[in-house]
């Protein structure tokens, strides 16, 4: 489907898709890299781990081509809006970039240390904050 033929994500639809991606990311328990590096997807032999972004993107639009590009370059762009089924909005392609770059600067291989390492990380970046404590607030 081309991006003319599909419609905007709305600001609501950013947010639940941001708070979908924290939610694996905390149900994966570490963070989606090696030595520093982090990647959309990264084959650790037993399992694959993902980053935020990576893990909205479905298999059949990834490729290793995706690594070396940024949350908001055109390539991640177009592999995410064809694995959701939208067009991001600017608001939304901020909202995964400021994950991707929580993300990042987690290192922790450790499930006990990454949740609290991703909320840290995730503190300075006020959007994500925000989201994700409206989340919680409506679930509880």
Do not use: P
């Amino acid at each position: 489907m081309s991006s003319q033929d599909r419609k905007k994500i709305t600001d609501e639809e950013a947010n639940a898709l941001t708070v979908y991606a924290i939610e694996g990311l905390l149900k994966q328990g570490k963070a989606g890299g090696i030595e520093g590096m982090c990647f959309y997807r990264i084959d650790c032999g037993t399992s694959t781990l993902s980053c935020g972004v990576g893990l909205l993107i479905k298999d059949e639009f990834y490729n290793t081509g995706l690594e070396e590009q940024t949350a908001n370059s055109e390539d991640v762009v177009l592999a995410l809006e064809e694995s959701i089924g939208l067009t991001l909005t600017g608001y939304a392609i901020g909202l995964l970039s400021e994950l991707q770059s929580a993300h990042d600067r987690c290192s922790s291989g450790v499930h006990e240390a990454f949740e609290d390492e991703l909320f840290t990380s995730m503190s300075t970046e006020l959007s994500l904050v925000e989201i994700w404590e409206a989340h919680k607030n409506k679930i509880h």
